[in-house]
């Protein structure tokens, strides 16, 4: 008879071996989950695919009208992009598209969803230098929506506000953190940078939610402060439909031709008299009329009211003329003549002449 603690030996060390087979086997799936720093997949070639793609590709997306100026410029620069990966590009300014297809030469089967996130990111207001980078292999790109968020328009621009801080410092530091582009645009946010950037981004809300500190403290001096004139105001329309009383009964039946002569006492009249009765309401309506124009030409020959004319109240005081000191002017002038030279100016003269005549 075999010892029962001799057997049970075994199990507890086949037990044991269990344990450290799937303690190695966690290991080894958690290290193959984490990419080494430094490490980089090798580039896609044609010789990893040499008969190319059995069926033609595409997508197609819409842009915004005040996009199709900088799309006009920039798509040459588009189209030589995509045509190392042997992409088409179409831009269709009548329908505001922009279409990507393969071709027989497209070997990577990969390189038209890269062109669609191209083509998604221009329509996006990314610049072309930074979303032309999609095309690499260690580059990816994530478009946010955040319109549907919120439901009033103004917390939605609050937190919009939030987003890219004071003068963008806020969403400057999210880029130095992350090492992506981002852009902020309408009700869209993009983002474009290695994978592991993108993970942080969108990781970065739940690890300030685990911060006891955080959560107690108060966001308000982080929102920015905007004036209700910024907002856009539904315009309310000129003419207003305003809905009638609901009543069970029928409008009143509107009187007949017949109705009024009966309530007039015409419908007993002659041919004759109506006749007349008629000819006497037209000269009437015509003397009325005659009468209207008359006055209207007549107030062209209506003189406008004059105005008072106010009386200038004579000078109380009157300034006394001094008579002597204006005859002795006119004395003094009699004596001197217009234009003539003072008694002195002419003796020197006089003996100036005399001398040229002497020398003569």
Request: glycine residues 4%; contains cysteine; charged residues 40%.
């Amino acid at each position: 008879m075999a010892d029962p603690a001799e057997a049970a030996e075994p199990n507890q060390k086949e037990k044991q071996k269990n344990r450290n087979k799937k303690k190695a086997a966690a290991v080894d799936e958690s290290e193959l989950l984490t990419v080494p720093d430094g490490w980089k997949e090798p580039a896609f070639t044609r010789e990893d695919n040499p008969k190319g793609l059995l069926e033609e590709s595409s997508f197609a997306t819409l842009f915004p009208k005040y996009r199709e100026a900088y799309l006009k410029e920039c798509w040459p620069l588009v189209q030589k992009a995509l045509s190392e990966h042997y992409v088409n590009a179409t831009l269709d300014l009548i329908e505001g598209s922009m279409t990507v297809t393969t071709t027989k030469k497209t070997f990577d089967p990969y390189a038209i969803i890269r062109a669609r996130d191209l083509i998604k990111l221009l329509a996006r207001s990314v610049p072309f230098e930074q979303a032309v980078r999609i095309l690499q292999d260690d580059v990816a790109c994530d478009i946010i929506k955040i319109g549907s968020l919120v439901r009033k328009r103004d917390t939605f621009i609050k937190r919009r506000g939030r987003l890219l801080g004071p003068k963008g410092s806020t969403l400057k530091a999210l880029e130095l953190l992350t090492n992506c582009y981002i852009m902020v645009q309408g009700n869209t946010v993009s983002a474009l940078g290695p994978f592991s950037g993108l993970k942080e981004t969108l990781m970065i809300k739940r690890e300030l939610s685990k911060d006891p500190e955080l959560r107690s403290q108060s966001w308000e001096r982080f929102l920015p402060k905007f004036k209700r004139k910024n907002l856009k105001k539904r315009k309310e329309p000129k003419k207003k439909n305003t809905k009638k009383e609901y009543t069970p009964f029928p409008p009143p039946q509107p009187e007949s031709q017949i109705d009024k002569e009966l309530a007039s006492g015409e419908y007993f009249l002659k041919e004759r008299q109506k006749k007349r009765k008629r000819v006497e309401e037209i000269k009437a309506k015509q003397a009325d009329a005659i009468k209207k124009r008359q006055e209207e030409r007549n107030k062209a020959f209506i003189p406008p009211k004059e105005k008072p004319v106010v009386k200038t109240k004579k000078a109380s005081t009157e300034k006394k003329i001094d008579i002597e000191a204006i005859k002795e002017k006119v004395k003094n002038a009699k004596k001197k003549k217009l234009g003539a030279l003072p008694v002195e100016e002419v003796k020197l003269k006089m003996a100036a002449d005399e001398k040229k005549k002497k020398k003569k």
